[in-house]
């Protein structure tokens, strides 16, 4: 199957990072390579370090980018530092995460993220260790319901929860559809009527299962500490969960002051170290809704660092 992906917010990307042509910029999920192509294309004595997790994604993003200034390595965004003191790389002008499930991802049925496919549970992007299959089966009823409401925001993961291991005491369940059926059987009807209701659940599973908010968390302060001043770090995300947690960390990297208001001057002596370029999340425009639906979900957010 080809690796197929929409970049999303291409040009956006592109225009908030103000690529320099001699500049060092990494590409944390490369996924298809567009993202990466573009910056690279804009390089003449600067170099592209693309990162990806997904071994398959590696393999083609290496193809795409053939003869371009840019190395490709197999490793997750949250192990940027490491990446860089490999390659004897001190300071980045630039980093772009684009978060979440690529669509080859999600159009592979034999990987297992999607609920329209017929497909082994799986969900890992690394293709290596915990799958889906594990938690589905493994894990007890609190810690399903807990990951469920946490991560997928579910009104009814309690009810899914208890589906879950009602249906695996018989046989363990193991593919996407048996746990779709599931899904579907624990929410009111009403649900079932107004939308596919397995969406929540699987994204649930899919961030347990591949530690997505962990890694964001590490990625957020080690991509900033890799930062020259002056260099900027844009993130896409596609839900609530990590645009909350990006909003917030940038905010906190642009955070001067920590005095009680009470001070009358400051005693901390603490100096903002970034500005925040996109005081509101930059969304998708109406033509590539139309291109791309997946991307209805996307936000933007862009900062630049100022201090060390």
């Known amino acids: 199957m080809e690796f197929k992906h929409y970049s999303v917010m291409l040009n956006e990307c592109i225009d908030a990072l103000a690529i320099k042509p001699d500049g060092i910029y990494v590409d944390g999920t490369v996924g298809g390579a567009g993202h ?51 390659l004897e790389v001190e300071k980045v002008d630039g980093i772009l995460l684009d978060l979440g499930v690529s669509s080859y991802q999600l159009d592979n049925g034999e990987r297992g993220f999607s609920y329209h496919k017929d497909a082994p549970l799986d969900m890992r992007m690394s293709s290596e260790g915990m799958s889906a299959k594990n938690v589905v089966n493994e894990y007890p009823y609190e810690q399903l319901a807990k990951i469920i409401f946490e991560y997928g925001e579910e ?41 596919n209701p397995c969406k929540k659940t699987f994204q649930a599973i899919r961030i347990e299962v591949n530690n997505e908010l962990g890694h964001l968390d590490k990625a957020l302060d080690a991509a900033f500490e890799c930062l020259a001043v002056g260099g900027r770090m844009a993130v896409i995300t596609f839900h609530s969960l990590e645009d909350r947690l990006v909003k917030q960390r940038f905010l906190s990297f642009a955070k001067g002051c920590i005095c009680p208001p009470e001070f009358p ?34 936000k933007l957010r862009v900062i630049e660092k100022i201090g060390m």
């Open 265 to 298: 001057v400051c005693v901390c002596g603490r100096k903002p170290r970034a500005e925040i370029v996109t005081r509101k999340p930059v969304e998708p425009s109406e033509r590539e809704l139309e291109e791309n639906n997946r991307s209805r979900s996307a």
């Open 155 to 195: 009104k009814y993961a309690r009810s899914i929860a208890s589906g879950i291991v009602r249906a695996r005491e018989s046989a363990p369940i193991e593919t996407t559809f048996e746990l779709a059926e599931i899904i579907k059987a624990n929410v009111p009807q009403k649900v079932r009527r107004e939308k």
């Open 36 to 86: 990466s192509r573009e910056i690279a294309k804009r390089l003449e004595t600067g170099r592209l370090i693309a990162l990806d997790r997904d071994p398959e994604a590696v393999k083609t993003a290496s193809a795409r980018l053939e003869g371009l200034p840019a190395a490709v390595v197999k490793a997750n965004y949250s192990e940027i530092r490491a990446v860089l003191d490999s």
